[in-house]
């Protein structure tokens, strides 16, 4: 009863779990002619992340960074399986999957368990927040669609609560000071954004506060972007310097209280400073049910930073699985980058697999004909296997090649850094142009039409319009 799941007992199934950059990448690559394709989400889309600060003052709308994963899966040669649900458990002995309904609206049925021939796992991370007290109820994060709405919300109460009638100055400072916790990319992109906010729209509508919000972004190392070279560092530092945003390095957040952030400072004091919001882009930590996937491996899967894969992005220990994404620990970085990379690897290997499976099965149906087969007939079946055989061996399965193609994030204020390989070595480059070439590198590389229309008009409506200051 019910939607049935692709299930052709002549082709493999393939599992996918997630449908972020990794997962999204497989749908768009893999030849569904040759396998029953069954993707199994929470989030029924892809959420385009890199745009996602953006979202989080109102710049773009949510629904123009989402791509429903159903609009992807109907183009498909075969039907592919949808399903908005979370893998709770993976058993890799006997090849299972068992997911659960998570949503509000539960019917009679809400769990259930399916087999695979092969999982591709890409269940991306969840937020680090080193068990530091506060970070998880206290602060907002920036890792799902929910958190830059609720990030918005947030902000825009802060505001309109400083404009309460007879609030007490001091009081007024606490609200309006935003803390942003992390120095990588994700925490000076937010910190950008929020400084565009107040500059091009607070300052209009809320001329005597605008003046008074202030921006600190703490960072744990000695400075933010690490993975971007000296010059950028420098660069993202003196613009944020007159962006009047605070850069607090070898300052770590100790503890996220209710109006205030436990700071301790280079000289090892600790100092409370009073503030409206923590914005937390403190890195990624494996998700449980990685951990526990990864616990049942455990003289191979070792590493804690995620699940270790062979050269063919297979999980060591669990032949049918393949990793990718954030997920898994490789020598690259966690990047959205790297996950499509992987995914596109995957279609391709899945379709070499095919291959290779559709000549072992012709070789099985040679073998078993020859019994029954003439003495004439022999002959043609033996050079037949010959020529299968050859065909086989040709099917080879490379290992994944990682291309990487440059570093990005918008620093405010219209400004960009880029660091692109260029020949063997490296262009380092920051500013507006590098602005338009960001904003035109990621219009290109939303998944759809649609996306890069609703992506290109929000642009339009928030430099003609400003941003909405309303809050839901
Ligand atoms: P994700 O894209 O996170 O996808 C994971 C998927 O798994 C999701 O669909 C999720 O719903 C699903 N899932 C979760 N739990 C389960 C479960 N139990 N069962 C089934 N499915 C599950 N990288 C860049 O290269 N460039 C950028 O400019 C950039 N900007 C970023 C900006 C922000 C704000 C953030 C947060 C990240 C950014 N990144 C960027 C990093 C990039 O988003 C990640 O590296 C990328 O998303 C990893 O892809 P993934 O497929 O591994 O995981
Ligand atoms: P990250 O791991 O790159 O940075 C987190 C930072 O938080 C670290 O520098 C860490 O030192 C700091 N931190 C952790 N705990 C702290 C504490 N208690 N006090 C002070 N500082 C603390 O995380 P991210 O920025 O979310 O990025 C995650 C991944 O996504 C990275 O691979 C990144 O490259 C990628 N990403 C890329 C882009 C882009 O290319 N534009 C944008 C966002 C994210």
Not at 20 to 48: H, M, Q, R
Not at 116 to 139: C, N, S
Not at 276 to 303: C, E, H, Y
Request: charged share 20%; proline share 5%.
């Amino acid at each position: 009863p019910g939607t049935q799941l692709p299930s052709d007992p002549s082709k493999k199934t393939i599992v996918v779990l997630g449908s972020g950059w990794g997962a999204t990448s497989l749908l768009k690559t893999i030849d569904t002619t040759e396998y029953n394709l069954v993707i199994i989400s929470p989030k029924n889309y892809f959420l385009f992340t890199p745009l996602l600060p953006s979202v989080a003052v109102g710049t773009l709308s949510p629904r123009s960074i989402l791509q429903p994963t159903r609009y992807l899966a109907r183009h498909k040669s075969r039907q592919v399986s949808v399903i908005e649900a979370e893998a709770k458990s993976v058993d890799p002995f006997t090849k299972t999957v068992t997911f659960e309904d998570d949503s509000e609206i539960k019917g009679n049925t809400s769990q259930t368990t399916i087999p695979y021939d092969y999982l591709v796992y890409a269940v991306g991370a969840e937020v680090q927040t080193f068990g530091i007290p506060g970070v998880q109820d206290k602060a907002c994060f920036m890792k799902e669609l929910a958190d830059a709405e609720e990030l918005q919300r947030r902000f825009k109460d802060c505001i309109e609560t400083a404009a309460f009638p007879g609030q007490q100055e001091s009081e007024i400072d606490r609200l309006l000071h935003v803390v942003v916790v992390g120095g990588g990319p994700t925490g000076i992109e937010v910190s950008g954004e929020i400084h565009d906010f107040l500059e091009d729209d607070l300052k209009s509508w809320y001329p005597e506060l605008a003046g008074r919000v202030r921006i600190s972004l703490v960072e744990a190392l000695p400075s933010v972007l690490p993975m971007f070279s000296k010059q950028l560092i420098e660069y993202t530092e003196s613009t944020f310097k007159e962006s009047k945003i605070d850069v607090l390095t070898k300052t770590m957040v100790k503890e996220v209280k209710d109006n205030s952030v436990v700071l301790q400072m280079p000289d090892k004091t600790i100092k409370e400073f009073p503030c409206g919001m923590v914005v937390w882009a403190g890195g990624n930590k494996g998700r449980k049910i990685t951990q526990d996937l990864m616990a049942q491996f455990p003289s191979v899967q070792t590493n804690r930073r995620g699940i270790t894969v062979d050269h063919h992005l297979r999980m060591v220990g669990a032949e049918s699985i393949f990793a990718i994404g954030d997920c898994t620990s490789t020598s690259y970085a966690p990047t959205a980058q790297v996950a499509s990379q992987q995914g596109a690897y995957l279609g391709r290997v899945f379709a070499q697999l095919a291959k290779k499976d559709n000549f072992e099965k012709k070789l099985i149906e040679l073998q078993q004909a020859v019994p029954v087969a003439s003495e004439s007939e022999q002959a043609n079946i033996a050079s037949e296997v010959e020529s299968v055989q050859n065909q086989l061996a040709k099917v080879k399965l490379r290992p994944f090649h990682y291309s990487h193609q440059g570093s990005l994030a918008y620093i405010g204020s219209d400004k960009a850094i880029a660091d692109l390989p260029f020949a063997n070595g490296n262009i380092a480059t920051g500013g507006v142009m590098t602005f338009l070439f960001w904003r035109s590198a990621y219009i290109s590389t939303l998944f759809s039409l649609r996306n890069r229309v609703l992506v290109a008009n929000d642009w339009l409506i928030t430099k003609i319009f400003g941003r909405d200051l309303s809050r839901d």
